[in-house]
């Protein structure tokens, strides 16, 4: 079962900032887990849509301009991450996952993937973009049809995966409070890989053990790695 840093080691370091990104790639996880958002002028590394809760700011990230988004502490000191700084510190040494949160101008995203790509920074193998909102998969997939693509949810359709199937995407990515064993029988039907989020408890690990899941999701990768080679 592959372990995804959860926006980097957030457990210990604050979320979606470079010391939980640092600290994810020195456990050696499978993949790092990271939220974007638009900003007036850029993508940012940041779960909300709004500054408030994570950071020293006020208002919607979408109302600044990266160079005033620089200027706020995002716990700890350090500052909001750009998706280049991403890529460079990153620097295609693991998976990054990459969840689109309150994201336009998508032919910008586009773009700079593939400077990255053309630059060796990250490979397209080490590269899933996943999202709750499916029409920004379905559109980047017509674009990219190279690219991976996650399909999120936190509920069980009555088809189960046949949504994350008709988006021929890679993998889906579902509340662990909502996969059973027939969610996780039926996406590996499909040919998809199943992911958990987010998972930090024991029980909760060998839950998904049992059910079959093929990575989790969590804020303590390196707890999590000692534990599952204890078992
Ligand atoms: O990508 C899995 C998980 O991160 C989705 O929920 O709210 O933590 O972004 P959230
Ligand atoms: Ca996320």
Same mark, same amino acid.
């Given at each position: 079962?592959?372990?995804?840093? $959860?926006?980097?080691?957030?457990?210990?370091?604050?979320?979606?900032?470079?010391?939980? @990104?640092?600290? /994810?790639?020195?456990?050696?996880?499978?993949?790092?887990?990271?939220?974007?958002?638009?900003?007036?002028?850029?993508?940012?590394?940041? $779960?909300?849509?709004?500054? &408030?809760?994570?950071?020293?700011?006020?208002?919607?990230?979408?109302?600044?301009?990266?160079?005033?988004?620089?200027?706020?502490?995002?716990?700890?000191?350090?500052?909001?991450? %750009?998706?280049?700084?991403?890529?460079?510190?990153?620097?295609?040494?693991?998976?990054?996952n990459?969840?689109?949160?309150h %994201?336009?101008?998508?032919?910008?995203?586009?773009?700079?993937?593939?400077?990255?790509? =053309?630059?060796?920074?990250?490979?397209?193998?080490?590269?899933?973009?996943?999202?709750? &909102? $499916? $029409?920004?998969?379905?559109?980047?997939?017509?674009?990219?049809?190279?690219?991976?693509?996650?399909?999120l %949810?936190?509920?069980?359709? @009555?088809n189960?995966?046949?949504?994350?199937?008709?988006?021929?995407?890679?993998?889906?990515?579902?509340?662990?409070?909502?996969i059973?064993? /027939?969610?996780?029988?039926?996406?590996?039907?499909?040919?998809?890989?199943?992911?958990? !989020?987010?998972?930090?408890?024991?029980?909760?690990?060998?839950l998904?053990? =049992?059910?079959g899941?093929?990575?989790?999701? %969590?804020? !303590?990768?390196?707890?999590?790695?000692? !534990?599952?080679?204890?078992?």
């Amino acid at each position: 079962m592959k372990v995804f840093a $959860h926006r980097g080691a957030s457990g210990d370091f604050p979320e979606n900032t470079k010391s939980a @990104i640092l600290e /994810a790639l020195k456990v050696d996880v499978d993949g790092i887990e990271v939220d974007i958002q638009s900003s007036l002028d850029d993508y940012m590394v940041i $779960h909300d849509s709004w500054l &408030d809760r994570t950071t020293s700011g006020k208002g919607r990230v979408s109302n600044f301009t990266a160079h005033e988004l620089s200027k706020l502490d995002a716990g700890n000191g350090e500052k909001i991450p %750009t998706l280049q700084q991403l890529f460079d510190w990153n620097n295609n040494k693991s998976l990054l996952n990459i969840e689109l949160k309150h %994201t336009f101008a998508l032919e910008r995203f586009v773009a700079q993937l593939e400077q990255n790509i =053309e630059a060796k920074k990250i490979s397209k193998a080490n590269i899933l973009v996943s999202s709750f &909102d $499916h $029409h920004q998969l379905q559109w980047l997939k017509n674009k990219l049809p190279w690219l991976k693509i996650g399909a999120l %949810t936190s509920s069980i359709p @009555i088809n189960y995966a046949k949504f994350a199937s008709d988006l021929n995407a890679y993998s889906v990515h579902a509340d662990k409070t909502f996969i059973n064993k /027939a969610f996780a029988e039926d996406a590996k039907k499909r040919g998809l890989k199943i992911y958990a !989020y987010t998972v930090d408890r024991e029980e909760d690990i060998a839950l998904m053990l =049992e059910y079959g899941i093929d990575g989790i999701f %969590t804020n !303590y990768p390196a707890r999590t790695k000692a !534990y599952l080679l204890s078992l």
